[in-house]
């Protein structure tokens, strides 16, 4: 049993809007931490019992260790009352931690390739990832090549930490403002026939439709691609059976796993995207 | 001074103190065991359990509402000879009272539940929940209906060597009849409440929030409506009373004693507080000690009311 830590008093170290709308946390989470797998998530508690009222899950961005701490950070969109109440906390103001949670990434350390494919916030995951791969093969040289996509320039979010991991950048926007006019998924469907030549592992998170269309293009590719998804949770730990996503299978019938647990990291192919609504 | 005796009895089983946790919100237990010593609690009360295996309700199932939420998990769950096999020997160990949540949707198929369960061996009691629509009624609820009520709590208590609690829906006109009824019928203990059905629309969309439409409403904006329920329970039968609903803290908790409730379950506040058992099971003993209460006996219906 993997440990899960609860701490309703976590520190804030820092707590800022890089964009508007978008915010970069930095927790003091506990040591342990550090152990934490790519693609694992957090869930974050705010003070007081009422509004908002259920935990809100959020992807680890980054984990830097120190002595006696981990600075744990998180990047997200203020979209509703709870991301807002967030965004709202200062430095050395008190929050509930739960986590690691939930099945990361598989990291292959015989990888001679990493592809990234993140649609705006789906950064989150695919930079701590990026940032365990370098560290793991540290002693080798291989290209992380990352479909980065978004709705202007601006929004292009973790460029330069992804450059200073030394990734090989692809950039499309919807306005055309950087890069290619258009989806992120046009980009990577282009050179994907070129991926079959070597031990290539891919990766994705990103809006669901985007998701989507990647289960489309990975049909026939003879490759396989790992997804984070997003679904809403109560508990985090697989009690509630709140979060479940439909799962593909030779079976008859619907079968549901759980993002809490079974994901949030699913193998594409595990996923039935028929039944997948926007 | 010494700590209060927070043994309290249900029928013939005993708990070592009356926090136990909702059916549904804690999983098979093992969900939780990261967070404490399960064997701290009153008793564990597992995720509703039918003859066959569910899948359950299409998502999204959850919807978070102002100080609750609202499922429609649809019953997910593994199934009787699953239970058995691959979650009862985990709880079995944990060493306290473990009740299987049983449902149906017809009265065989809770008779079926039940006596397998009975046969297993390492269940303490039964909790029937009655909240389900009745297949042979046109859906109707089970619960929602005397009659039907007292129907499949006999049937259960009929084939059950172990104590029967049956869980009452307060999606109904008048709790103290079916409470009567249910009573009438042989069951050893009420618990109540369960979820009230509820809605809740994604206006940017214009849809529901969940798939499944509606839903059952709980936490903490539920319980002034479980207290009164479980208030008007107390007075209409003789048995024990379970009184759950809302419940997160141990003020919380206090409330369902001084109207009569013999123990309590927490549900959704697991969800935001994973130890908030234990917190309440604390919290109820320093109360106990600062009013120099001996024993959760002299807190259980010492509510004072003015008759006028
Ligand atoms: C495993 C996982 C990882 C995530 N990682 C990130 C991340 O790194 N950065 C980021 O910005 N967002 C992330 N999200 C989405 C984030 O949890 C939601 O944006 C957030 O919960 C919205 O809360 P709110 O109160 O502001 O919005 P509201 O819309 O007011 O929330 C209402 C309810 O719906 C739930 N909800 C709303 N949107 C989502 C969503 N997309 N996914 C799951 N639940 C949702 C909320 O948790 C809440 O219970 C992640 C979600 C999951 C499941
Ligand atoms: C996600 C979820 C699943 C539930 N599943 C069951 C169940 O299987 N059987 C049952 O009798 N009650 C079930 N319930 C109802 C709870 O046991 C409890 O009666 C209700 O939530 C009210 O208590 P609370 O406000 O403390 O959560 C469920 C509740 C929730 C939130
Ligand atoms: S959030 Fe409760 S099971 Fe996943």
């Given at each position: 049993m993997r440990e899960i830590l609860f701490?309703?008093?976590?520190?804030?170290?820092?707590?800022?809007?890089?964009?508007?709308?978008?915010?970069?946390?930095?927790?003091?989470?506990?040591?342990?931490?550090?152990?934490?797998?790519?693609?694992?998530?957090?869930?974050?508690?705010?003070?007081?019992?009422?509004?908002?009222?259920?935990?809100?899950?959020?992807?680890?961005?980054?984990?830097?260790?120190?002595?006696?701490?981990?600075?744990?950070?998180?990047?997200?969109?203020?979209t509703g009352e709870g991301t807002d109440s967030l965004s709202r906390l200062h430095e050395g103001d008190k929050i509930g931690l739960l986590g690691p949670l939930g099945r990361g990434f598989d990291i292959d350390p015989a990888a001679q390739r990493v592809v990234l494919v993140a649609g705006g916030m789906g950064i989150a995951p695919l930079m701590r990832l990026a940032q365990a791969y370098r560290f793991l093969l540290r002693d080798k040289e291989f290209p992380i090549i990352c479909y980065l996509g978004a709705a202007a320039e601006s929004h292009l979010i973790g460029r330069d930490r992804m450059e200073a991991l030394r990734a090989d950048l692809r950039l499309s926007t919807d306005d055309g403002s950087t890069g290619h006019r258009g989806f992120i998924t046009e980009l990577f469907a282009q050179d994907l026939p070129s991926y079959r030549d070597s031990n290539t592992?891919?990766?994705?998170?990103?809006?669901?439709?985007?998701?989507?269309?990647?289960?489309?293009?990975?049909?026939?590719?003879?490759?396989?691609?790992?997804?984070?998804?997003?679904?809403?949770?109560?508990?985090?730990?697989?009690?509630?059976l709140g979060c479940v996503v439909a799962l593909s299978g030779e079976a008859p019938g619907i079968r549901y796993g759980r993002v809490c647990t079974e994901g949030p990291v699913f193998s594409l192919s595990e996923i039935d995207w028929s039944v997948q609504d926007e | 001074m010494n700590k209060p005796d927070m043994k309290v009895t249900i029928g013939s089983l005993t708990l070592q103190n009356p926090v136990m946790t909702a059916s549904g919100t804690f999983g098979y237990g093992e969900e939780y065991a990261h967070f404490f010593d399960l064997s701290r609690l009153g008793a564990i009360v597992v995720k509703g359990i039918s003859l066959a295996p569910r899948v359950g309700n299409r998502p999204p199932r959850i919807m978070e509402t102002a100080s609750g939420m609202l499922n429609a998990v649809g019953l997910q769950n593994v199934g009787v000879k699953a239970f058995i096999e691959e979650k009862l020997p985990f709880l079995r160990n944990v060493g306290i009272p473990v009740i299987a949540n049983i449902f149906g949707a017809t009265v065989d198929e809770y008779v079926r539940v039940a006596q397998e369960l009975c046969e297993a061996g390492g269940v303490s009691a039964l909790e029937v929940n009655i909240s389900c629509p009745n297949v042979k009624h046109g859906g109707l609820a089970f619960g929602a209906d005397p009659r039907s009520a007292a129907e499949v709590t006999a049937a259960v208590k009929g084939v059950s060597s172990l104590p029967v609690m049956v869980k009452l829906t307060p999606n109904v006109t008048d709790i103290r009849v079916i409470a009567s009824a249910v009573e009438d019928a042989g069951a050893d203990a009420l618990s109540l409440i369960n979820t009230l059905l509820g809605m809740s629309i994604d206006i940017a969309g214009k849809r529901p929030a969940l798939r499944n439409v509606t839903g059952g409403l709980s936490g903490p904006a539920?319980?002034?409506?479980?207290?009164?329920?479980?208030?008007?329970?107390?007075?209409?039968?003789?048995?024990?009373?379970?009184?759950?609903?809302?419940?997160?803290?141990?003020?919380d908790a206090l409330e369902f004693f001084m109207v009569g409730a013999r123990a309590v379950q927490v549900g959704t506040a697991n969800f935001i507080n994973p130890r908030a058992t234990l917190e309440i099971i604390e919290g109820i003993e320093q109360y106990l000690l600062g009013e120099g209460m001996t024993s959760i006996d002299n807190l259980i219906g010492a509510l004072i009311t003015v008759e006028d």
């Amino acid at each position: 049993m993997r440990e899960i830590l609860f701490d309703q008093q976590v520190q804030i170290l820092s707590n800022r809007f890089f964009l508007p709308g978008h915010c970069l946390m930095v927790l003091r989470a506990p040591l342990s931490y550090g152990s934490a797998c790519p693609g694992q998530f957090i869930m974050l508690i705010l003070p007081g019992r009422s509004v908002p009222f259920l935990p809100r899950p959020f992807c680890i961005y980054g984990l830097a260790e120190e002595p006696e701490c981990v600075r744990l950070e998180i990047l997200y969109r203020v979209t509703g009352e709870g991301t807002d109440s967030l965004s709202r906390l200062h430095e050395g103001d008190k929050i509930g931690l739960l986590g690691p949670l939930g099945r990361g990434f598989d990291i292959d350390p015989a990888a001679q390739r990493v592809v990234l494919v993140a649609g705006g916030m789906g950064i989150a995951p695919l930079m701590r990832l990026a940032q365990a791969y370098r560290f793991l093969l540290r002693d080798k040289e291989f290209p992380i090549i990352c479909y980065l996509g978004a709705a202007a320039e601006s929004h292009l979010i973790g460029r330069d930490r992804m450059e200073a991991l030394r990734a090989d950048l692809r950039l499309s926007t919807d306005d055309g403002s950087t890069g290619h006019r258009g989806f992120i998924t046009e980009l990577f469907a282009q050179d994907l026939p070129s991926y079959r030549d070597s031990n290539t592992m891919i990766y994705a998170c990103g809006p669901l439709p985007m998701l989507k269309t990647l289960a489309h293009c990975m049909i026939g590719s003879g490759l396989s691609c790992q997804v984070s998804l997003e679904e809403r949770m109560a508990c985090g730990v697989g009690a509630c059976l709140g979060c479940v996503v439909a799962l593909s299978g030779e079976a008859p019938g619907i079968r549901y796993g759980r993002v809490c647990t079974e994901g949030p990291v699913f193998s594409l192919s595990e996923i039935d995207w028929s039944v997948q609504d926007e | 001074m010494n700590k209060p005796d927070m043994k309290v009895t249900i029928g013939s089983l005993t708990l070592q103190n009356p926090v136990m946790t909702a059916s549904g919100t804690f999983g098979y237990g093992e969900e939780y065991a990261h967070f404490f010593d399960l064997s701290r609690l009153g008793a564990i009360v597992v995720k509703g359990i039918s003859l066959a295996p569910r899948v359950g309700n299409r998502p999204p199932r959850i919807m978070e509402t102002a100080s609750g939420m609202l499922n429609a998990v649809g019953l997910q769950n593994v199934g009787v000879k699953a239970f058995i096999e691959e979650k009862l020997p985990f709880l079995r160990n944990v060493g306290i009272p473990v009740i299987a949540n049983i449902f149906g949707a017809t009265v065989d198929e809770y008779v079926r539940v039940a006596q397998e369960l009975c046969e297993a061996g390492g269940v303490s009691a039964l909790e029937v929940n009655i909240s389900c629509p009745n297949v042979k009624h046109g859906g109707l609820a089970f619960g929602a209906d005397p009659r039907s009520a007292a129907e499949v709590t006999a049937a259960v208590k009929g084939v059950s060597s172990l104590p029967v609690m049956v869980k009452l829906t307060p999606n109904v006109t008048d709790i103290r009849v079916i409470a009567s009824a249910v009573e009438d019928a042989g069951a050893d203990a009420l618990s109540l409440i369960n979820t009230l059905l509820g809605m809740s629309i994604d206006i940017a969309g214009k849809r529901p929030a969940l798939r499944n439409v509606t839903g059952g409403l709980s936490g903490p904006a539920i319980k002034p409506v479980a207290l009164r329920m479980v208030w008007q329970a107390v007075r209409s039968v003789s048995i024990p009373v379970v009184g759950l609903g809302g419940i997160a803290t141990a003020r919380d908790a206090l409330e369902f004693f001084m109207v009569g409730a013999r123990a309590v379950q927490v549900g959704t506040a697991n969800f935001i507080n994973p130890r908030a058992t234990l917190e309440i099971i604390e919290g109820i003993e320093q109360y106990l000690l600062g009013e120099g209460m001996t024993s959760i006996d002299n807190l259980i219906g010492a509510l004072i009311t003015v008759e006028d």
